[in-house]
């Protein structure tokens, strides 16, 4: 029998971790045709508004429904603006692990969103779920994501050698394939106890039934 998750909000003192919904569509294609996003994701190339239509309406809730993982959208709870994604994937419900796979817009880096978004997240599954183990791999040079993992608490654990194909722009606009390596992070539940005060407190709300 497959287990999967609940259609739940998780609320932080910024942000609302929430379902995709189809009008989140435009300005998802958007955040998905971005240069950084299309270098370090293996996303469609251009990013079109029924690629992004297809993944909020059946991807996405194909992935809790099926038991894979769950898919949010993450918001600002001020303005309700589209910020960024979040994906727990690959779940493996005997040994009680995912990994997280997460986007900013361009517009709203640089503000914490995405360790804020991973962190809510890593302590629903952590607390609320009974999870053990949260996994995330990062490509080699994308420094922004390795921090984040840093910022929650993760420990690198090694290298997946020649594991990813990244993306590079051409000086003719056209996007080639970079084989590139993985550095795998994880996160389990008692690394969150010895966090920073500021980050450990930063804390989270879950909304059950959330539609």
Wanted: proline share 5%; with cysteine; charged share 25%.
């Amino acid at each position: 029998m497959t287990s999967n998750f609940p259609e739940i909000s998780i609320s932080t003192e910024r942000l609302v971790l929430r379902p995709l919904e189809e009008a989140d569509v435009p300005a998802f294609a958007e955040m998905m045709n971005d240069e950084l996003v299309t270098a370090w994701t293996s996303v469609p190339v251009p990013y079109t508004e029924d690629d992004a239509r297809e993944w909020i309406t059946r991807g996405a809730p194909a992935e809790r429904t099926e038991g894979r993982g769950v898919v949010f959208a993450v918001t600002e709870f001020l303005t309700q603006r589209l910020v960024g994604t979040v994906h727990l994937g690959k779940v493996n419900w005997r040994v009680r692990s995912a990994e997280a796979a997460y986007v900013i817009a361009p517009w709203a880096r640089g503000e914490g969103y995405a360790a804020e978004s991973v962190l809510a997240a890593a302590q629903w599954l952590f607390q609320d779920r009974g999870f053990e183990r949260l996994e995330i791999r990062t490509p080699a040079d994308n420094t922004a994501s390795q921090q984040v993992a840093q910022k929650i608490g993760c420990v690198s654990e090694g290298v997946l050698r020649n594991a990813w194909i990244a993306r590079n722009r051409a000086e003719d606009g056209r996007w080639t394939d970079v084989r590139t390596d993985l550095i795998v992070w994880s996160l389990l539940p008692e690394d969150l106890d010895g966090m920073p005060g500021e980050t450990a407190e930063a804390g989270y709300s879950s909304y059950a039934e959330w539609r």
